[in-house]
C-alpha cells in the first residue's frame, strides 16, 4: 500500500503540472481550474484509505480475507504506513496547489479570463543612448494609448503593468510573460525591443497569444530616424492590428494623435508620470507644463496637470480640465470618459460625476485612473453631502492591488485608518512611504499622523527634525493632518511651534486649533495681535469665523466689521489672497462673498431688515459659471438665516434640504464654499425635526472630512452627538463622543469648565 501511495503521489506531481499547462492554452481559469483539479486527486487517495481501514470493497461490501491467502497478516502493509503515505501525497498536491490556486484568486473581485479583446502591452527591452531610457515605462503607456478603443480593442491599464512588470524590459522568458498577460486577463500580449543604431532606430515587436493552442504571433518591424519614433509606433501599431484582426488600415491611422506629434512634449509628460508615481506633484505639475510648451493641445497632458493641481493647490485645476476637454477628440474613448467626468467635477457637477466615473468602470473595472478619481470624490465630497467617507476605502484598496505603492491611495487610507484609530494599518503605510517615496511631502504627513496618534514620541520628533528643512508646506500638510485626521490640536500646535512661519496658511491653523480646543478668548486675543496686519482676505476670515456658531455671538466685533467688509474690492481679495485664486473667478463673485458676509453678520445681530437690499443683488446675479452650486447653496443659506432668527426651525429645515452643496473640491478653500455652519445647522435640525440617520451623517461628515473650514464644529458636534447616543441608551457611542470634546477641552476657557466637568461626571458613570 506504501508503494501505492508514493506511486500516486508521482503520478499526481506530473498530473497537476500537465493540466497546468492545458488549463492555459484553452483558456480555463487558472484557479478554478486547478482547484477541480487537486480536489479528483485528494479524492481519490482518501477514498483508498478509508477502505483500506474499514476493509470495504469497491461496491461497499465488507471484504473478508481468503483463509488460502499465501501472505501471513504480518507481512501485509500497515494501517498506519498507509495513512502516512497517501498523506504525503496530499500534502504534495496541496503544497503544489494551493499557493497557485490562491495567487488566482488574490484580487478581488477578479476572475482571470482572458478575453482577446484585451491587450497587455509589456515593456519593451531598451538598447540604445540614455536618451531613449525613457522608454522603458514611457513605451507602455505610449502604445496602449495608440491601441486601446481600436473597435472592440482596449488595453490592460499601464500602471498595472508596470506594477506588475516593472520597467526593465519584462520577464525573462515567453511563458512567464504570457502568465503574468493571463493574470491580467488580457487576450494577447505585446512584447519588443527598441535598437538604436547611430541616428536610426529599429523598433520589433510580436503580438501573442494567451489562450490559443499553438501560442501562434504576428511580428512587425519598422525603422526610421531616431526623431520619428512617434510616427514608427503608429506605423507599427497599425501594422499589427492589421495582420492580427485583418482590418482596414485606415481605421487605426487616426491612433497617431492619441498622444502628440512632439516627441519633446511626450518625454516631458512621462517624466510628469514618473514624478506623480513618487507624490512629487510640484515636479510632475512643472513637467506637464514643459510638455505644454511643446505642444498645446496635448490634451493627456492638460489633463494630468489637472490631477497634478489637486495637490498643489494650483489655481489651474479647472482651466486644465477645460483644456484637456476642448482637446478630448484626440483621445480614445476610455480616455475621453475620463477627461468628461473630471470636468464634471471641477465644475461641481458632482452627481453627474459619480455617474460617469461610475459608467466607466463598469466598462473598465480595472481602470486604476477611475478608481482613484471616483474614491477622491468620495473622500471630499461625501461629508459635504451627508454620505460616509468609507465609501472610498474600497475602491482605493482596489487601486492600490492593481498598482503597489500608488501614493494617492496610501495617503488618503492613512487619513482614514487615523479617523478610526486603526494604529497598526496606518504604521504600516508610513514604513512603506518612507522607503518609496521618501522626499513626497505628504509622506511627512503621514508619518505625522502615526507619530502623534500612536505617542511615537520618536517619530514625532523625526518629523519636526525634516519640517526644519522642508519648504512651508510640507509643515502646512503636516499639521493640517494632525489637526483633522488624528483629531490632535495640541499634536498639531506642536508642529507649529517646531517651526514659525509667518505663511498665512499656517497662521490660519492657529485659531483653528484655539477654537477646537476651548480656548476662544485667546483665538481672539490672538486675531487682534497687531502683527496680522488687517487685509482684506483676513476681513473675510473673520467674518466666516464670527458667523460660524462655533463661538459665543460677539456684537462688538461683529459690528466693528461691517464698515471694513464694505470697503473690500476684488482688487484687496486678489493682492491679498493666500492662494491665487482660480484663472477664471471673476471680481463678480469675489463682491458676491463680500456682501454674503454682510448680510449674514447683519442677520445674527437682529438686523435682517437692513440685509434685505443686499439679499435682493445677491439672488439678480447670473450664475457663476464652473461653481456648482455655490450661488444656489447660499442664498439658501441666507434663508435658513433668516427663518432660524424668526423661530421657525422647521423653515429653516427645509431651506437647508434644498442646499446640494456640490461644489469643486478646489473651491473649498474658500470657507464660503465650504458652507460648513449650513451643514452643522442642516445635521442639528434633522436630528431634532427631521431624519435622525442623515442628522448624523451630516455631523460625522463634519468630523471626518478635509476641509480646515469644519474643524471648528468639532466640539459642537461631538456633543450633539454624544447626547443624541446617550438618549437613545447607546452609551458606547455617547461615551466615545463625550471622551473627544473632554480631551479636546482639557485647558479650555473658564466658562466652558462646567460644561467639561458634567461631561466627564456622565463618563464616570456610564463606564463605571
Excluded at 516593472?166 to 505585446?190: E, N
Excluded at 474690492?569 to 484663472?583: F, I, K, N, S, V
Excluded at 473627544?740 to 463618563?763: A, F, G, N, Q, S
Amino acid at each position: 500500500m506504501g508503494r501505492v501511495a508514493i506511486t500516486y503521489a508521482a503520478v499526481a506531481w506530473f498530473t497537476i503540472e500537465v493540466a497546468d499547462t492545458t488549463f492555459s492554452m484553452v483558456g480555463i481559469p487558472d484557479a478554478y481550474g486547478r482547484l477541480v483539479l487537486i480536489l479528483l486527486l485528494i479524492g481519490f487517495p482518501i477514498a483508498l484509505v478509508l477502505g483500506w481501514i474499514f476493509d470495504v470493497g469497491p461496491a461497499g461490501v465488507e471484504r473478508t480475507d481468503s483463509p488460502d491467502t499465501d501472505v501471513a497478516p504480518d507481512a501485509r502493509p500497515s494501517r498506519g504506513w498507509a495513512l502516512v503515505a497517501v498523506g504525503a501525497a496530499v500534502g504534495a498536491a496541496l503544497v503544489w496547489g494551493l499557493p497557485r490556486v490562491t495567487a488566482g484568486v488574490g484580487v478581488k473581485g477578479a476572475e482571470h479570463v482572458a478575453s482577446a479583446d484585451v491587450i497587455a502591452v509589456l515593456p519593451f527591452r531598451v538598447l540604445g543612448s540614455a536618451q531613449l531610457a525613457y522608454l522603458g515605462e514611457g513605451i507602455v503607456d505610449l502604445v496602449s494609448a495608440k491601441l486601446d478603443g481600436a473597435g472592440e480593442i482596449s488595453t490592460v491599464d499601464p500602471r498595472v503593468v508596470i506594477a506588475a512588470m516593472g520597467a526593465g524590459g519584462g520577464a525573462s522568458d515567453p511563458a512567464s510573460d504570457r502568465t503574468a498577460a493571463r493574470r491580467m486577463r488580457a487576450g494577447r500580449f505585446l512584447t519588443g525591443e527598441v535598437v538604436e543604431a547611430g541616428d536610426r532606430i529599429r523598433v520589433t515587436a510580436q503580438l501573442h497569444s494567451t489562450v490559443a493552442a499553438d501560442g501562434s504571433t504576428q511580428q512587425a518591424t519598422v525603422e526610421g530616424a531616431t526623431g520619428e519614433i512617434f510616427e514608427l509606433l503608429d506605423h507599427l501599431v497599425a501594422e499589427l492590428l492589421a495582420s492580427s484582426f485583418e482590418a482596414e488600415g485606415a481605421r487605426f491611422q487616426a491612433l497617431a494623435t492619441v498622444t502628440t506629434h512632439s516627441l519633446e512634449a511626450a518625454k516631458a509628460y512621462l517624466q510628469g508620470e514618473q514624478f506623480a508615481r513618487k507624490g512629487l506633484y510640484r515636479d510632475a505639475a512643472a513637467a506637464y507644463d514643459r510638455a505644454l510648451a511643446q505642444d498645446s493641445t496635448f490634451a493627456l497632458a492638460h489633463y494630468r496637470k489637472s490631477i497634478a493641481a489637486d495637490w498643489i493647490d494650483a489655481f489651474t485645476a479647472r482651466t486644465d480640465a477645460d483644456r484637456a476637454y476642448g482637446f478630448r477628440n484626440q483621445l480614445p474613448p476610455r480616455d475621453q470618459a475620463l477627461v468628461t467626468a473630471l470636468r464634471l467635477r471641477r465644475h461641481g457637477k458632482i452627481m453627474e460625476a459619480e455617474q460617469a466615473f461610475r459608467a466607466l468602470l463598469h466598462q473598465y473595472p480595472d481602470d486604476v485612473e477611475a478608481l482613484l478619481q471616483l474614491a477622491e470624490l468620495y473622500f471630499h465630497d461625501n461629508p459635504r453631502r451627508g454620505r460616509p467617507i468609507g465609501e472610498s476605502v474600497e475602491l482605493f484598496e482596489r487601486a492600490l492591488t492593481l498598482e503597489p505603492h500608488n501614493p494617492i491611495s496610501q495617503v488618503h487610507l492613512a487619513r482614514i485608518y487615523a479617523l478610526h484609530d486603526s494604529i497598526d494599518q496606518l504604521h504600516a503605510l508610513a514604513e512603506v512611504l518612507t522607503e518609496t517615496a521618501p522626499d513626497a511631502e505628504r509622506t511627512l504627513e503621514v508619518m505625522a499622523l502615526y507619530g502623534y496618534l500612536a505617542g511615537d514620541t520618536a517619530i514625532q520628533g523625526r518629523v519636526k527634525r525634516e519640517i526644519e528643512h522642508r519648504p512651508w508646506y510640507y509643515t502646512f500638510h503636516a499639521v493640517h493632518g494632525v489637526g483633522r485626521f488624528a483629531r490632535d490640536p495640541f499634536g498639531a500646535a506642536d508642529l507649529v511651534e517646531s517651526r514659525p512661519s509667518d505663511d498665512p496658511l499656517l497662521l490660519l491653523l492657529v485659531p483653528n486649533h484655539l477654537v477646537m480646543r476651548g480656548k476662544y478668548s485667546q483665538a481672539n486675543a490672538w486675531l487682534d495681535r497687531r502683527r496680522l496686519e488687517r487685509n482684506a482676505t483676513w476681513d473675510i476670515y473673520r467674518a466666516f469665523l464670527l458667523t460660524s456658531g462655533t463661538m459665543p455671538i460677539d456684537t462688538e466685533r461683529m459690528t466693528a466689521l461691517l464698515p471694513a467688509l464694505a470697503a473690500i474690492t476684488p482688487g484687496d481679495l486678489r493682492r491679498t489672497a493666500w492662494l491665487q485664486p482660480y484663472e477664471d473667478i471673476t471680481d463678480r463673485l469675489l463682491e458676491f462673498q463680500r456682501d454674503y458676509y454682510r448680510v449674514l453678520i447683519l442677520i445674527q445681530l437682529g438686523r435682517a431688515d437692513e440685509s434685505r437690499a443686499l439679499v435682493a443683488a445677491l439672488a439678480e446675479q447670473p450664475e457663476f459659471v464652473g461653481t456648482g452650486s455655490f450661488k444656489a447653496d447660499a442664498l439658501h443659506g441666507i434663508r435658513a438665516e433668516t427663518l432660524l432668527q424668526r423661530g421657525d426651525r422647521r423653515g429653516a429645515l427645509e431651506a437647508l434640504q434644498s442646499m446640494r452643496f456640490e461644489i469643486p473640491h478646489a473651491l473649498s478653500y474658500q470657507p464660503m464654499a465650504d458652507q460648513s455652519r449650513a451643514r452643522f445647522l442642516r445635521g442639528e435640525l434633522e436630528l431634532e425635526l427631521g431624519d435622525p440617520t442623515t442628522g448624523k451623517n451630516f455631523l460625522v461628515g463634519l468630523d471626518e472630512a478635509w476641509s480646515v473650514w469644519d474643524t471648528y464644529h468639532r466640539p459642537l458636534l461631538y456633543r450633539s452627538l454624544g447626547q443624541t447616543a446617550e438618549d437613545q441608551g447607546r452609551a458606547e457611542g455617547a461615551i466615545e463622543y463625550y471622551s473627544r470634546l473632554v480631551r479636546l477641552w482639557r485647558d479650555c476657557d473658564p466658562e466652558l469648565v462646567p460644561i467639561r466637568e458634567e461631561l466627564t461626571e456622565k463618563l464616570r458613570l456610564m463606564i463605571g
